[in-house]
């Protein structure tokens, strides 16, 4: 059992590290690791050598369009064993000229008591303090074996994740599963997740012609794909309740008990601070208790996209060729 004089010693040495724990993380976030762009191929492996520090580090590497690399490397203690696996993640829209950013997504900024970088907390900062907690428990005496796995490109679909668990299996036996991207209720409250609901995805795509056409010309008698496609998304969920209209999709879905309802509402959660923190106007719920079991118990459907027709600046004017003069 850990004492009382155990937990000073801990916490005075993670107030030593914290120096330490900041330059590494400073580091790694502003290196533009962004798995989705192929000319990013260098910062890729440059993040994954800066996260591994070098020693004991393998690499694995699947195809050549697009960098797809996961780094892992182990450290040995006692007995016991423990695998973590973190997820190193900006994303596209930070590398395209920071949209929605206050400050530069790959700089270094500390304010207010917030440390303000793409990847500080999803999920540099989160990997980052695994490893850190890990080097701490041993530090402390804690008897365990941890193997680290990172893995730098989740924002494409993580294609080469399966193959390196089963090429890897035996060095990755392990007796539990920590993965790192998660969240605390608040400033003051780690949370501990105990499950995740899990994502199903796919991409739609629709085409109602060859090329591109006018709709003074064509406006009434060519289907809008646009136009089609929020038909279809009406038809999947109800936007004013985010109620799913899907057939059977709430069929296995196990309701809340009262007493994990009564749990997430004593959890300390805040919805005005978390409407704060988000800086959302709008929300389905307007009480916590609700708005728990929406984002933890029940599953969803989500639209993260849509994009057709003229997709630059302003509007066009006529996608028709002017015509040639004599």
């Known amino acids: 059992m850990t004492t009382p004089i155990e937990i000073g010693r801990a916490r005075a040495r993670v107030a030593e590290l914290r120096n330490e724990y900041e330059a590494a993380l400073r580091e790694l976030v502003e290196i533009p690791s962004v798995s989705a762009l192929a000319e990013r191929k260098a910062d890729i492996r440059r993040c994954g050598e800066a996260a591994a520090g070098g020693s004991g580090v393998s690499v694995a590497r699947r195809g050549s369009s697009k960098p797809k690399e996961i780094r892992w490397w182990s450290e040995s203690w006692d007995r016991g064993s423990v695998a973590r696996r973190g997820l190193l993640q900006p994303s596209r829209r930070a590398a395209r000229?920071?949209?929605?950013?206050?400050?530069?997504?790959?700089?270094?900024?500390?304010?207010?008591?917030?440390?303000?970088?793409?990847?500080?907390?999803?999920?540099?900062?989160?990997?980052?303090?695994?490893?850190?907690?890990?080097?701490?428990?041993?530090?402390?005496?804690?008897?365990?074996?941890?193997?680290?796995?990172?893995?730098?490109?989740?924002?494409?679909?993580?294609?080469?994740?399966?193959a390196f668990l089963v090429s890897n299996r035996d060095a990755l036996r392990c007796e539990s599963v920590v993965v790192s991207d998660t969240i605390w209720i608040s400033r003051e409250r780690p949370a501990?997740?105990?499950?995740?609901?899990?994502?199903?995805?796919?991409?739609?795509?629709?085409?109602?012609?060859?090329?591109?056409?006018?709709?003074?010309?064509?406006?009434?008698?060519?289907?809008?794909?646009?136009?089609?496609?929020?038909?279809?998304?009406?038809?999947?969920?109800?936007?004013?309740?985010?109620?799913?209209?899907?057939?059977?999709?709430?069929?296995?879905?196990?309701e809340p008990t009262a007493a994990e309802l009564d749990a997430f509402e004593s959890s300390g959660f805040d919805?005005?601070?978390?409407?704060?923190?988000?800086?959302?106007?709008?929300?389905?719920?307007?009480?916590?208790?609700?708005?728990?079991?929406?984002?933890?118990?029940?599953?969803?459907?989500?639209?993260?996209?849509?994009?057709?027709?003229?997709?630059?600046?302003?509007?066009?004017?006529?996608?028709?060729?002017?015509?040639?003069?004599?």
Not at 203 to 232: F, M, W, Y
Not at 303 to 310: L, M, P, T
């Open 97 to 162: 000229g920071g949209e929605a950013w206050k400050t530069e997504p790959f700089r270094w900024v500390s304010k207010d008591r917030a440390l303000l970088a793409r990847g500080a907390t999803d999920d540099k900062g989160p990997a980052l303090a695994a490893l850190f907690g890990a080097r701490l428990a041993a530090e402390m005496g804690v008897s365990f074996r941890a193997r680290f796995v990172w893995e730098l490109e989740e924002e494409i679909g993580s294609p080469s994740f399966p």
């Open 192 to 254: 501990i997740p105990y499950a995740l609901r899990g994502m199903l995805t796919a991409l739609l795509r629709l085409e109602s012609a060859a090329n591109d056409t006018h709709s003074g010309d064509t406006g009434g008698v060519v289907k809008n794909p646009i136009a089609e496609l929020c038909q279809v998304i009406a038809s999947c969920v109800d936007a004013s309740t985010a109620r799913v209209l899907i057939p059977g999709f709430y069929d296995d879905v196990a």
């Open 271 to 326: 919805l005005a601070a978390f409407r704060e923190a988000y800086d959302l106007r709008r929300l389905y719920h307007n009480n916590g208790r609700d708005a728990l079991a929406a984002m933890w118990a029940k599953p969803t459907f989500e639209v993260h996209g849509i994009a057709g027709g003229y997709q630059g600046k302003g509007w066009r004017r006529s996608s028709r060729r002017a015509p040639r003069r004599n």
